[in-house]
């Protein structure tokens, strides 16, 4: 549906179709009508026939079908000019009329105009609402009850936190022949995306479906509108937060919110078909392979070397996981992310930001395809979230995964003590996993700076006050046994409870209160200089004083998170990386 698929001059600048509406401040698309024409495009309000179609989802590129299948826009009569009166000046963006001249638009001001939200096309539906194309774009949503599980709406001041769930539900045309047909599905695919505050940077953390968690109680809204509070599940693989015993999406934002600490915005549900629509309309989305992949079970059958995948295919490679590595759910999650990191970089092209049919064709199947909580189930709301993910350089999107460690059974895992709740702590302290914050890193180091003693010589008294009961013990074992810090002691609770934990040394210890720090993960501000006292560790040395305060969350786990992508040992992956699967 772009300028010349709709009779209009073939010198057209899609970009030039962009005009700025005064009344809301936002660019929208105005296509001007061409001679022939009587009036304005109006798009179609969905029957009930059509929104029955969507549920079930569609496969294929809306680019490639013919003008006799494809829904054409109502049409209504436009402004007539009376005789004599002088022809209106082009809006604001437009072309003049023939024979004028217009300084060509720069290649990058060309893509700003198409760059409003463009990753969201992946992760959250569709970028910019077109003008004449709201109410239509708007039909498309399928809304699901948030019950209250988020923050009932983001906001352009503060980090943004979104959940995207993959469910197996074998819902749509063609996918009964992946078995089990008759399955209410589970949450087989998870992405918690985090945004930052300053929009520089963002987080996608994939949580394993195999993972064993507490499922809490939730309140859902069943199909036939009943509300109803599903009981809760203690140590239970995290796909069955959807789906099973009647749980909703809401349930599995509840559950991430209880395993993370991180209160969730906003969730987003995609399907089989939501993979197979969204990698067509974008016309393929590249990957690589190390070596051959042929998995019987997926029905994947892939040489060597890069292929351009879509709809059938691209579901059969998000699908494969006995053909890679070890062939666990953690290898294929490997697949995914290097399939959304190809994805992205592919949305934010060039030739997708300029290409109108391209845009458009996405607007569609994501509307249709992706299902969304009821508190952001609006074009204009999705449009201005999208606007804020797509702020993000591709270099600067981070793709990880919870640490995990293998459970008993050796069929599922466990977060990795230490490690997930660093992650985790990360996140929601709106720690950048890539470089982009590093003049606030420089800035710590800079506090710190100075000569760090060795772990064998840092003596310090550990004390408890505010922590969780035992962390002064379980401090004190890690201390010693994990990191050498064998010259310290615990004496038990403090005489105050502190909401921070703190550190207190002579100036004499300074050399040691920054080796501890640095094990520690504490900030320049947890640090006492010159608040120390002449107690003595166990072995009869003047020792530094550790207070645990409420800020602790277990031993090894750093206080302020990390600083840095380099500070925390976690495996990631950005964006504008392109990796061979093997």
């Not at 005009?19 to 969905?46: D, F, H, I, M």
């Not at 993972?211 to 599940?233: A, L, R, Y």
């Amino acid at each position: 549906m772009d300028a010349q698929g709709r009779g209009r001059a073939e010198d057209i600048d899609p970009a030039d179709q962009w005009v700025l509406n005064p009344n809301t401040g936002e660019y929208e698309l105005r296509l001007a009508p061409s001679a022939p024409q009587s009036g304005v495009p109006r798009p179609r309000r969905a029957t009930p026939a059509a929104a029955g179609a969507r549920a079930g989802g569609a496969s294929g590129r809306a680019a490639t079908a013919t003008p006799d299948t494809r829904e054409i826009p109502e049409v209504v009569p436009g402004p007539r000019r009376r005789r004599g009166t002088p022809e209106e000046e082009p809006l604001p963006g437009r072309r003049g009329g023939r024979g004028k001249t217009k300084p060509k638009k720069s290649k990058g001001k060309r893509i700003l105009v198409w760059t409003g939200g463009t990753l969201a096309f992946v992760l959250v539906g569709v970028s910019g609402a077109a003008y004449l194309y709201y109410q239509h774009l708007n039909n498309n949503i399928t809304a699901i009850p948030s019950d209250g599980a988020g923050t009932g709406g983001f906001s352009k001041d503060r980090a943004i936190n979104l959940l995207v769930i993959g469910t197996d539900k074998r819902t749509g045309a063609g996918n009964g022949s992946y078995g089990d047909k008759d399955s209410v599905g589970h949450a087989d695919t998870t992405i918690l995306l985090h945004v930052s505050k300053d929009r520089t940077n963002a987080t996608a953390m994939s949580i394993p479906r195999d993972m064993i968690v507490d499922i809490p109680d939730c309140e859902t809204t069943q199909e036939d509108g009943s509300k109803k509070i599903i009981g809760g599940s203690t140590g239970v693989r995290f796909n069955t937060s959807l789906g099973q015993d009647g749980r909703t999406p809401s349930c599995t934002m509840r559950t991430v919110t209880k395993l993370t600490g991180i209160k969730l915005d906003h969730f987003m549900v995609a399907d089989f078909n939501a993979v197979k629509t969204l990698s067509t309309a974008i016309g393929g989305v590249e990957v690589c392979l190390a070596k051959p992949i042929k998995d019987s079970k997926s029905k994947l059958d892939l040489s060597e070397g890069k292929h351009t995948i879509q709809g059938e295919q691209a579901l059969a490679f998000l699908r494969t996981r006995y053909s890679v590595g070890f062939g666990s759910d953690l290898d294929r999650i490997k697949l995914q992310q290097q399939f959304l990191s190809s994805m992205i970089r592919q949305m934010k092209s060039e030739d997708t930001l300029t290409d109108a049919g391209k845009v458009i064709d996405l607007a569609e199947a994501a509307t249709k395809a992706l299902s969304v909580d009821s508190t952001i189930a609006d074009i204009k709301k999705l449009g201005s979230l999208g606007q804020e993910v797509g702020k993000v350089s591709t270099k600067n999107i981070t793709f990880t995964t919870v640490p995990v460690v293998d459970n008993t059974d050796r069929a599922t895992v466990l977060p990795m003590p230490g490690k997930a709740e660093e992650l985790f702590r990360t996140i929601r302290d709106d720690v950048s996993l890539t470089e982009v914050k590093k003049k606030a890193k420089e800035k710590q180091a800079a506090k710190l700076k100075g000569k760090r003693a060795d772990a064998s010589e840092v003596r310090v008294n550990v004390y408890n006050g505010g922590a969780e009961a035992g962390s002064a013990q379980a401090t004190l074992n890690w201390l010693q046994n994990e990191v050498g810090v064998t010259k310290s002691s615990q004496l038990g609770n403090a005489g105050k409870t502190l909401s921070k934990t703190t550190l207190e040394y002579d100036p004499d210890q300074a050399d040691q209160a920054r080796k501890l720090a640095d094990l520690m993960g504490l900030s320049a501000s947890a640090l006492k200089p010159g608040e120390g006292n002449s107690e003595t560790s166990s072995q009869g040395l003047p020792a530094m004083v550790l207070t645990l305060g409420e800020d602790f969350k277990g031993a090894g786990v750093k206080i302020s998170g990390s600083s840095s992508a380099a500070d925390l040992d976690v495996e990631k992956n950005t964006a504008d990386k392109e990796k061979c699967a093997s």
